[in-house]
């Protein structure tokens, strides 16, 4: 079945530590994203990519590194540098960009810094 | 700049009621809007949209929505509810002459009482 992948789906990191969380998408969709969820904020969008190789900040992006090597996979780096990382982050992907695409969401994967 | 507002936290309705839970937006051009649902540590759910036509939209579930140009709103509805649709709702809302940002409110908590 098509659908987007993210692992882990927990995840526990030390004060200091860089961590990736992956997503991989086997849709064929062109644009992928990735959001951050708390508690009563919504949604919140760190960052985006239309096409492999291209990817532009969100509104969070402080902190946050991502890479864009296939159309497939956009995994999202937590880098030290973020102040606040606890949170539960979701992976999206879209068919293209500028037209009525939905978003497909994939399960999350829910970052705890101890 | 655009926005989407969801004024209320939370909406608790009796079992095979009718229930609502309110949308407002904000954006420069056209808008596409978009309804989503969260259940517990999951990732969100597609709904339904309007894209254009038909100001009534039906999506899953039995959930329908109506587009309300002149007050700016697209209010998620079912005629009865369920306690299996107690869940978080998302708005969302894309604006057709900007990139392909899709801004999505700060959901609305639907209890279904039984």
């Known amino acids: 079945d098509g659908g987007i992948t993210q692992s882990p789906k927990y995840l526990f990191r030390k004060e200091g530590q860089n961590v990736t969380l992956s997503c991989e998408q086997n849709l064929n969709h062109d644009a992928m994203y990735w959001y951050r969820q708390d508690p009563g904020q919504g949604l919140r969008l760190i960052y985006y990519?239309?096409?492999?190789?291209?990817?532009q900040k969100g509104d969070i992006a402080e902190g946050y590194s991502v890479s864009r090597e296939k159309k497939e996979s956009f995994p999202l780096t937590v880098t030290s540098a973020q102040k606040n990382p606890t949170a539960f982050y979701l992976c999206a992907s879209s068919i293209g960009t500028g037209i009525t695409g939905e978003l497909f969401f994939g399960e999350g994967s829910r970052l705890t810094v101890l | 700049a655009q926005s989407v507002a969801q004024p209320e936290d939370q909406v608790n309705v009796a079992e095979g009621n009718p229930l609502t839970v309110k949308c407002t937006y904000s954006v420069s051009g056209n808008p596409y809007l978009f309804w989503y649902v969260q259940y517990p540590n999951r990732g969100l759910q597609f709904l339904l949209k309007?894209?254009?036509?038909?100001?009534l939209v039906k999506g899953s579930y039995g959930f329908e929505a109506e587009f309300n140009k002149s007050q700016t709103s697209f209010h998620l509805k079912k005629p009865s509810a369920l306690v299996s649709d107690s869940a978080l709702y998302f708005c969302?809302?894309?604006?057709?002459?900007?990139?392909?940002?899709?801004?999505f409110g700060k959901g609305t908590r639907l209890h279904i009482l039984p």
């Open positions: 990519s239309q096409i492999v190789n291209d990817f």
């Open positions: 309007y894209i254009t036509g038909d100001n």
């Open positions: 969302a809302v894309r604006d057709r002459g900007r990139d392909d940002k899709i801004i």
